[in-house]
């Protein structure tokens, strides 16, 4: 529906002014004291600069006008003069409510609507400030009245090659794509399709919304390129992780060299060799861009530097950091993120902790550093930082913080997330969803872990291998294999994490068959090959039921040479069944592959205990006098009121080991007094009695 049309009229007789009419003179210029353009409002809105103001009513307009209320006094100067009826300046009353930042949006469309003799560009400007608002969709909504519009003559108003850029750079940004469409259309129609903005316009449009090859086609098939059309295409390509095609790309623009890149060109190219990790190509577009004389601009130091780092070459790296005249939080980031990928974590700090200012980026980029490494203690020491400086976490955080309460088994801090989380009324999705189950289940609250698990919209393959890796740490076999048969029936594909969590939950619950038939899909229905931690689930499966012989026919037969965690999953199998002959074998492999491993020699003279081989026994440890062996002293963590303690044996560090080491002499009782009442004695009492003995 269109507004209703109003027609001013100038007034005959000018007592009839009101006083909000008579004001608008005290804004007329004095004479001989001319006035400089402000700066803030001509620049923003005055879109006919180079136009010379003889009017002084516009001159007023120009550069005294501050805000809405001088507006309205100028507009009602005009209302007196009749100079509302010059479309021109009719326009500038509509530019500075629209495009000034004192300007109001809904009043420049009631000036719009009410003007007599409409045109293209007083339409375009209220269009371009829609489009830059907070609600841009409503930049469409002016199209299509603007498509109807009907001056006093009767003639239809038309867009031009103005309107479309501004309506594809909407739907490029809110993703309008059958909108996009249908204005392309439009332009087919009204033969603006040769028009080089116009086109362009298409291209990035069409490559924002993903339309890649439709992009590529019309860009092959027009009779207009120029440099925009190229970088363009470039840039999509590498926006949507196709390097390779972004290369071919430019390839091309070089053989037809009727146009030479710039500073754009060579973001989208530099990007496309990090992505494709070619170090050597990356170097050589950055050697161009030297020799060319090419502006090193911000956006293009980061993405040489973002190159750099992710192909491996961090001393480049911090050689063009250090020669950067201006640095971003994007640049500082990348180097943190450089130095924790090639290990150098205190650095890696270092350069966090000198940052001139950092948002939840870089807080984030340090916290997932902390947490990839293992290093959950420091990630949530970090987090607890973060909070204490007013930053506001997002999904990023959170899911690393959680990531690293699932290391530590901080459950009490995993909770406090999952309460900010709702307090906050952040959205709930696959990615933060998974992060909780996983945090659950690592913590030992699986009931919750499943509650969440079925609040997730839209699981993925990823959250039903946290489920079911959360169930086999739980023992819970059957649950994990019945969550298993579900993703499969949900059309969803298993990866090897998956095959590894289901593995082990037949491990743990004893399923030899479900095991076997599970472990051959692997490759043939799946075609996932099995790595070396999916036979080492196998043989422990099979070890554990007493198929030692099987065990060792699978073990002998794997396509890759079998690793520590393989022998010791044999070793295990062993000893459980007491087969002393394969457990030694075992045994002397585990040594052969980490001769300085206490915890092998431990367990073998254990086993030789359990099978009153005392003499073996006492050779194993003579044997760990010999080679300086040493037994690595064991430690562990408890988790109080939300902070993290870790004891070593004998440690006496702590400020309430008194305290401690009563609890521990009570807890010692009462587990030598359930011993007692089962009849069965410690292994390791055994052995340490034993030592004590031979020595």
Known sequence: MFHQRCTWKPLSDPSKLSRFHLHTLSLLPKRNKPKKHSDVTASTWNTTHRFVLANPTLSILETKCKSMIHLKQVQSQMIVTGLCLDGLAYSRLIAFSALSPMGDLNYSKMLLFAMQ?????????????????????????????????????????RPDNYTFPLLFKTCAKLLFLQMGHEIVGHVLKMNYDRDIFVHNAIIHFLVSCGELEAANKMFEESCVRDLVSWNSLINGYTRSGRGKEALRIYREM????????????????????????????????????????????????????????????????????????????????????????????????RLFNAMPEKDVVPWNAMISAYVQTGRGKEALSLFHEMQAMKIEPDEVTMVSCLSACAQLGALDVGIWIHHYIEKHNLFLNVVLGTALVDMYAKCGNITKALQVFHEIPGRNALTYTAIIGGLALHGDAQGALSYFLDMIDAGLTPDEVTFLGVLSACCHGGLVEEGRKIFSQMSSKFNIPPQIKHYSCMVDLLGRAGLLREAVELLETMPMEADAVVWGAMFFACRIHKNIELGERAAMKLLDLDPDDSGIYVLLANMYVEANMWDKAGEVRNMMRERGVDKTPGCSSIEVNGNLYEFKVRDKSHSQSNQIYKCLVQLSKHMELVECVAGVPHPKDEFLFASEVNN
């Not at 371009?128 to 001056?151: G, T």
């Not at 070619?278 to 502006?295: A, Q, S």
């Not at 750099?308 to 950091?321: I, N, Q, R, S, T």
């Not at 994007?330 to 974590?345: N, P, Q």
């Open 117 to 157: 003799n409409p045109n293209a560009f007083s339409w375009n400007i209220v269009i371009r400030a829609s489009c830059d608002s907070q609600n841009p969709s409503e930049a469409f909504l002016l199209y299509k009245e603007m498509l109807v519009v009907v001056n006093v003559s009767g003639v239809g108003l």
């Open 254 to 349: 070089e053989m037809e060299g009727d146009v030479d890149p710039d500073e754009v060109t060579m973001i989208g190219v530099v990007t496309a060799c990090t992505q494709l990790e070619d170090l050597k190509l990356g170097r050589e577009f950055h050697w161009y861009i030297r020799d060319r004389g090419l502006n090193m601009t911000i956006p293009l130091a980061n993405a040489l530097l973002d190159m750099y780092v992710k192909c491996g070459d961090l001393e480049e790296a911090k050689e063009l950091f250090e020669r950067m005249e201006e640095k971003t939080v994007v640049s500082w980031t990348t180097m943190v993120m450089g130095y924790a990928k090639f290990g150098y974590l205190e650095s890696a700090r």
